[in-house]
């Protein structure tokens, strides 16, 4: 696209490998993590409503989070050490994933409280993803550390309980129907499944293999009762065009203002205080499942940072290594 025209559209390989069906214009697509910025778009035209202020306390609007406590550690004799965190989560922090909510599965006591808590499963409804959600222990003091996590979920939780309306419900009505993006939808009719990209997962001889079908279907063509704000749309190359050429368009497309320009503006702005440097990135997607960098992983890269002694160059970064701030891919 270039000044609101199409200069360029190809297509590569196949929706289905197994059928030889290939990518087409009208192909759907599964999109993951690109749902973050239609739930965000939501929640911040709930904002310029006034039905919340940024530094309000979360648990102004969803009470269940005046309870959660912060992981301290352990006792001497293993027990988790819980206590209040210093200040209230605040809608701000679940925008900007600083929250200390917890993040992928692993080993310590906030990521197993979260797989036992359980807060994504399908038969969970928004209201009980949060109630669940907030019984977890929060990883960190809120505000001090940025970390990927299921905040974005909390937003939709945030925006069925200020708009009155159930999430799909509302972000049909004030952002897919406006921009007339008529295939993008958490829930689908079944006639559209034939149009859907297969997803496919490396297995353990580093072959790709379809996912089973059930698998498949779950979030998009079942009867299942989440709606997640973080993830689980379907949508189309057309339709997710339009939504972002809006929001390049400072909230306006073909006449249809979905956000004032000031709150585009201020969505695209860094929000992350100088002061948090710690912070988690995805360095990569295997098998489906984002990856977080390990604490190992960290402490392993500022020792070999300790014991090397590079030169530095002209722009004061040692070779091989990155800028402060800047983002590299992890093979």
């Known amino acids: 696209m270039a000044d609101g025209k199409e200069i360029y559209f190809g297509t590569a390989g196949y929706a289905d490998r197994e059928a030889k069906r290939p990518m087409r214009r009208d192909t759907l ?10 739930t965000g778009v939501a929640l911040m035209q709930l904002w310029e409503q006034g039905k919340f202020r940024l530094d309000d306390p979360l648990s102004d609007y969803l009470p269940e989070f005046a309870q959660t406590k912060v992981y301290e ?4 004799a293993g027990n988790p050490v819980l206590r209040p965190p210093h200040r209230p989560i605040l809608v701000r922090d679940i925008f900007r994933h600083t929250a200390g909510l917890g993040d992928g599965p ?3 006591y906030p990521q197993k409280a979260l797989a036992a808590a359980d807060p994504l499963n399908p038969g969970n ?18 505000g001090t550390q940025w970390r990927y996590s299921l905040a974005v979920d909390v937003q939709a939780t945030l925006v069925e309980k200020l708009s009155g309306q159930k999430f799909e419900d509302y972000v049909r009505q004030h952002i897919f129907v406006p921009l007339r993006m008529r295939d993008t939808a958490w829930t689908q009719p079944q006639e559209r499944y034939s149009r859907l ?4 997962a490396r297995g353990s001889d580093g ?5 089973n079908e059930a698998d498949i279907r779950l979030w998009n ?8 704000g973080g993830a689980g749309l379907v949508s189309s190359l057309d339709d997710y065009m339009r939504f972002a050429r809006m929001l390049l368009n400072g909230g306006a497309l073909d006449g249809v203002r979905i956000l004032k320009p000031a709150t585009a503006k201020l969505m695209s702005t860094d929000q992350l205080d100088p002061r948090i440097v710690e912070r988690s990135w995805l360095p990569d997607k295997l098998n489906g499942v984002s990856g977080w960098i390990s604490q190992f992983e960290r402490d392993s890269r500022r020792a070999r940072r300790k014991t090397a002694a590079p030169s530095e160059n002209s722009s004061g970064t040692a ?11 992890t093979s």
């Open 29 to 38: 697509a599964q999109i993951w993590s690109m749902t973050k910025p239609v």
């Open 73 to 76: 550690g352990a006792d001497s």
């Open 106 to 108: 692993g080993d310590s």
């Open 125 to 142: 409804d928004l209201p009980e993803f949060s109630r669940r959600m907030a019984t977890v222990p929060l990883a960190y003091e809120p």
């Open 197 to 200: 990209a297969i997803p496919y």
């Open 207 to 211: 072959k790709l293999q379809r996912k």
């Open 221 to 228: 063509f079942s009867n299942r009762k989440l709606t997640r």
């Open 319 to 329: 070779p091989g290594r990155r800028s402060s701030g800047s983002i590299r891919r």
